[in-house]
């Protein structure tokens, strides 16, 4: 085998057949020809593309690996890493956009020609696009640097060929980064694009920590005009930057973001290496808009030796508040009336360390909204972030007399307790935009209980300068009005009298014991084809028409689908398929230990299957879904078929029991199932409506809605 040649994984041979993990473990227990390894570890051996590709073909596996899978596992596969194998092919990719002829005459001759003559031709357009290699972050590649990538290069160019040169890119370091998710700290797109909107139109656009570029590269996306959410809002200007400029302590980060940023527009493209703190790249720089994710909680951001640096034009920086430096960075680079958005720590609002910069911010008018998001939008995902809207004074300008606070944690809640895969960011957009563009306009906005209200600066100066939404904003009624109280008593009152009589009648005692029955497992009633077993958690999502997804909490709380799919990985990657769930099927968490299951009603037909979620679909003809969701409920049936870890209990579908019994006894079984569903769905309505009477009933006499 060449020494170049491209391996491949159990999971990338899986990736390519369109199977799961565990049928690429049992070819390799069943067929004696199946490839041997050639590298890797004993527990994750890797195994030659090319060997695995005629394997897969010579068994009808497989017609053709497709290309864009090809050229990743050759990716992924460089010797000199997967990172040096993306900056290569970021600058083939502009080679063969920009100069495509150039490209042309270079392929036409052996590799090993192509990696003598490719340094040339790629200095001429990385020069061009990037500037001068002596200020530049991406290097021109040598020849033994690209001897090895010749193969990949060509690939990419065809790939480049079938999807365009950057939608073919931002696939494979999609891919990268969502292979490695610890190794970068991402900003989202649902937030990137607020960001960007919040900003504005802007011809100059400057990010000082760019990362891996999601903030520039969605500030300069025409796609970013019209928001979802923007109700009644005007569409973004469809204005383009014509100078992007960025700067990146990690020199691989620098240089795969000036790629992608060259590959994505026609803007000028300034990218420069170094922390931007302690060796400003862009002394001079005036932006129209700047955009930043920086770092947080540094201690070692450069207190000692930047003590009189010009920047801190509103206060020296305390050690412990290294994000108000970064906040004073970008006011120093902003050009008159500028504005800057920055992800903050929740801390940075209300740390008394950072009061008197805080205090000068506000008194200046530098500082115009701080915006709560919730709890999953970005990394730390366990923490609710803020969002810092600012502003660089014009000469002689009044300072504004209102601040602007906004919490969209109402959205968290809305959507089934926030989290990750739960945040509906259309309606953390709108409310956010409703709130931001009127006061933008006016320097006042009507005021939303609980979500949005503009504060007088003067009220928000005092010992602390606390500028937390939450503490500022008057805090809607749990329950509502009186009436609506008066409203939820009476579905309380209907509730419990029809919990009374969905009540179960006494249990009678068996006439014989359950080991009369002869027992089967779902594992032998799927391999008998009598129900189907899929799992949860894949999919992504195709556009503004995808499902909901069901998840592990909406099955254990009995609720509406409240998940929602992911978006695909890197631009260019198409939407994967999600198991959608039918009238019928049984649905079973399989983390946690504790016995649940749900048979999907019409309701809940057509959502999406979540993580850690297993789904049984029994045929009609052979099994009762009430039968069988019932009898997967019984303790001892789940604890016999449980597995238990150091943090956790899992349970194995397929050794759970149920008895062999005739369609028309499963159907008297299932009668009674349903029965019982239908009581505990009437029990938890209950203690829903029951809390919410309680704590409307607190909030409206201690707000004085409500009489005493």
Known sequence: ??????EVTAAGIARLAGVGRAAVSNWRRRHADFPKPVGGTETSPSFALA????????QGKLAEVPLRERVWQQLSAHPAGAVTALAHVGCALLLVRDRPTAWLELTAVSDERMAVMLPTALEAVLTTRLGPSAARAVPTPGTPDLIHSVPLLRGAAELAAERGAHQAYEFLIGRHLDANPRQYTLTPP????????IAGPATTLFDPACGTGALLRAGGRPDQAGLPGQSGQPG??????????????????????????????????????GDSLRADAFPQLAADAVLCHPPFNERNWGHEELAYDPRWEYGFPARTESELAWVQHALARLR?????????????????????????LLRRGALRAVVALPAGAAPPYGIPLHLW???????????????????TAEQAGAAGGGGRDRLDWAAVQGTVLDAWVPFDRDGTVTERPGVSRSVPVIALLDDDVDLAPARHLPPPAAGGSAAELADVRERLTDTLRRTGELTPPPAEPAAAVPGRWTGTTVGELARAGALELRSGGTGTSSGPGAPPVLTEHDVL??????????????????????VLVQLGDVVVPVLGGGSAARVIDAATAGAALGRNLQLLRPDPAALDPWFLAGFLRGTANNRQASSYASTATRLDVRRLQLPRLPLADQRRYGDRFRALASFEDSLRLAGR????????????????????
Request: aromatic fraction near 2%; proline fraction near 10%; glycine fraction near 10%.
């Open 336 to 360: 008159p009336g500028g504005a800057a958005v920055l992800l903050m720590p929740p801390a940075a609002a209300s740390r008394r360390s950072g009061r008197r910069i805080r205090a000068d």
């Open 557 to 578: 709380a009995g609720t509406a689908p409240s998940g929602s799919l992911p978006e695909p990985s890197g631009t260019g990657e198409e939407p994967v398929e999600p």
């Open 689 to 708: 409506l029951g809390e919410q009477l309680v704590q409307g009933l607190y909030d409206g006499l201690t707000d004085g809605t409500v009489e005493a």
């Open 389 to 407: 809207v600012l502003r660089r004074p014009e000469a002689a300008e009044r300072p504004a007399p209102e601040l602007l606070l906004v919490d």
């Open 51 to 58: 060997d695995v590709e005629g394997w897969l073909r010579g």
């Open 236 to 273: 973004q200007s469809c204005v383009q930057p014509t100078a992007v400029y960025a700067q990146e302590a990690d020199p691989d980060l620098a240089a795969l973001t000036a790629l992608r940023l060259a590959l994505q527009s026609a803007a000028d493209v300034h990218v420069r290496i």
């Open 1 to 6: 085998m060449p020494d170049n040649a491209a």
């Open 190 to 197: 649902g937030p990137a694009a607020l960001m960007a909107a």
